[in-house]
Structure formats: structure tokens, C-alpha cells
């Protein structure tokens, strides 16, 4: 094999690697693009899928559809197996309770997406009623619903205009503990949404379990 030959394929490999390379960053700056600081695949303004058929605790099955005369939607990703997410119960029905009526212009929904006998919606049912939470308590065993939002964890708040166009996500407030929270950032962006005014932090950092997200097998 000769010298020239040699470097031919050298210099071939090199240009392959960089059209690899190419493709990978790509890649990325588009996914970059339609991320968040801290969620993987969605931005502030970007609109989320509709659900449609997701049971609730109630016995009902429920859509987007039937929310279609509010102005903004509440949406907050949690399950009764989260230690985090059950410190949040309390909060998340509190803020039903004041923004969420029959008459508001806001809805306030709690999804669980796990599939652990736990956060079954047998049990999701028995932890509804003990609790006496206020709000829509939905089950999606598809875990369709948070992949479009980009949640990976419990608790993890949303805040969505009538075009299911993000305005807030992350935490529901700085801390677990509910006696020492100090900024109410989900309760914060409702009250600037409903008065018209900008909401002045739109991201900030979920804290709570993972979904518990089924994973794939390989083929």
C-alpha cells in the first residue's frame, strides 16, 4: 500500500468524523433550541399537546376541551408515592381552592403519570378523598401528557394561556417546606397573568422524584 493511499484514507476518516461531528451539533442546537434553561424540550411560549380521555379521580374521563373557556391552566405533575409531591398537596388544593372555581378564569389540574401499584387510580382515588382535593386528580398511564410538556419530575408546576402556550414552569415555590417558602413563583405568575402584566421569573428549577418513565426495550 503506498504512502499516498494512506494519507487519502486518512483524510477520508477525518472528513467522515467531521460530517459526523457536523450532524451531532446539529442535532443538539436544535434540541437547544426548543429547550428551557431547566426543562429538556420546552421553552417559555411553546405550546403543549391537548390530552383527551384521561381518567380522573371523580370517575369522569377528562380532555383539554373541557377547559376551553378559561383563560389560563394550572397543570402540576404529581403522585402519592413522591414524599416531595405530598408535601405539596396542601398547596397545590390551596391554590385550587383560590384560583380555580367554577367561575374563574383559571383551572387548576393535578396529573400523575407513574404506573406503581402506588399511584394506581384506585389509589389515586382513596388519597383524593382523604385529602379532599378540589382539583381535576388525573391518571396517564399512556405518559404521553408529560413528555409533551417536557416534566420529568413531581412535583413540576405549568402555567398555559388558552393556546396551551407555556408562560411558566418549574417549581411551585423555593422551598419543600411549606412553613419556609418565601417566593411563590407558580401563585406569582397567575396573579401577573391575570392581571396582564409580565411575569417576571417564567423558569426556574423543578425539585421533586423522577417520573417514573417506562422504559423501552431494545430491539
Known sequence: ??????????????DVLAAAIG???????????????????????DAVSAWSGLPGTDGKEHSWEE???????VVVFICNSCPYAVDYEDRVNALAMRYGGAESRVAVVAIN?????????????????AKGFVFPYLFDASQEV??????????????????????????????????????????DAVEAALNGEEIAITE?????????????RRK
Open 1 to 14: 500500500m503506498t504512502r499516498g493511499c494512506c494519507v487519502l484514507r486518512a483524510w477520508a476518516r477525518r
Open 146 to 187: 408529560p413528555k409533551s410538556f417536557g416534566a420529568l419530575r413531581t412535583p413540576e408546576a405549568f402555567l398555559l394561556n388558552a393556546k396551551r402556550e407555556i408562560l411558566y414552569m418549574g417549581a411551585v415555590d423555593d422551598n419543600t417546606d411549606a412553613a419556609a417558602v418565601e417566593e411563590t413563583y407558580l401563585e
Open 204 to 216: 426556574t428549577p423543578p425539585v421533586g422524584c423522577m417520573i417514573r418513565f417506562k422504559r423501552s
Open 113 to 129: 403519570a407513574n404506573t406503581i401499584p402506588e399511584d394506581s387510580l384506585a389509589a389515586m382515588k382513596k388519597r383524593a378523598q
Open 23 to 45: 450532524v451531532f451539533a446539529v442535532g443538539w442546537l436544535a434540541a437547544a433550541a426548543t429547550a428551557g434553561e431547566y426543562n429538556p424540550d420546552r421553552s417559555i411560549g
Open 67 to 73: 377547559l376551553a373557556d378559561r383563560d389560563f391552566v
